[in-house]
């Protein structure tokens, strides 16, 4: 079955600079991929979706990237802001079939210091 | 004001009673889906449901029992069968009955002593 890989060690960066994480796959390339932002405590919030065909996706200073040949997306905040501090899931379809299941990683915590 | 509403946000329950957690949501979409979280892993399917009358199991159904009377409604029991019941129980829902963004509930989080 389809599983996802997330960093589990927290990404500290200084504030300013350019944050990337990283979501591996294991199996076959989904349709599309997700990214969710989760704050403690709270519900994950839905940042970006990209295509298989889509390379790259853009929101305000968010970057996604798809890779299909490295099974690999690229989630990018430029700038980033202590607001910026927080859990990052990426989540795709549990199936190539469309099957409404979609699988989470583990998220990838996000520190920005001032 | 439309979303995904939770309650209780914190509930705390005796070992061996079955409990039931609620969710309702008004933003008229089809899919509706409950989710585990446990520290340091990523969210695990419990059941979904794509339309009204009709579930399905997710990945860790087992100990859990849901219904899906209404559109709009879709509570998830946490039986005495669930061996590991204390975690963060997040509800969400999709505007399709094909996988689209999942709009997600602020959670409730269990304790079972």
């Known amino acids: 079955s389809q599983k996802i890989e997330q960093n589990s060690e927290a990404l500290n960066i200084q504030e300013g600079k350019t944050a990337t994480l990283t979501c591996n796959y294991t199996n076959y390339s989904p349709a599309y991929l997700q990214w969710y932002r989760q704050d403690p405590g709270r519900g994950p919030v839905f940042l970006l979706l990209i295509r298989e065909n889509e390379k790259e996706k853009r929101k305000e200073r968010l970057k996604v990237t798809f890779d299909t040949t490295l099974k690999q997306s690229l989630f990018h905040i430029t700038a980033s802001q202590p607001a910026d501090s927080a859990t990052y899931l990426c989540a795709l379809d549990e199936d190539t079939g469309n099957t409404g299941k979609l699988i989470f990683g583990q998220g990838t915590t996000l520190q920005v210091k001032p | 004001d439309g979303g995904i509403t939770q309650s209780p946000k914190y509930l705390f329950r005796k070992e061996g009673q079955n409990v039931t957690l609620s969710c309702e949501q008004n933003?008229?979409?089809?899919?509706m889906y409950w989710y585990r979280q446990d520290p340091g892993q990523g969210l695990r399917l419990i059941y979904y449901s794509q339309i009204v009358n009709d579930f399905q199991k997710g990945d860790i159904a087992e100990g859990y029992s849901v219904s899906r009377e209404k559109k709009e409604s879709f509570p998830l029991t946490v039986t005495s069968a669930q061996k590991n019941p204390t975690a963060f129980y997040l509800c969400?829902?999709?505007?399709?009955?094909?996988?689209?963004?999942?709009?997600f509930g602020p959670g409730t989080r269990l304790t079972v002593t």
């Open positions: 933003l008229n979409h089809d899919a």
């Open positions: 969400a829902s999709s505007p399709q009955r094909e996988l689209d963004t999942l709009y």
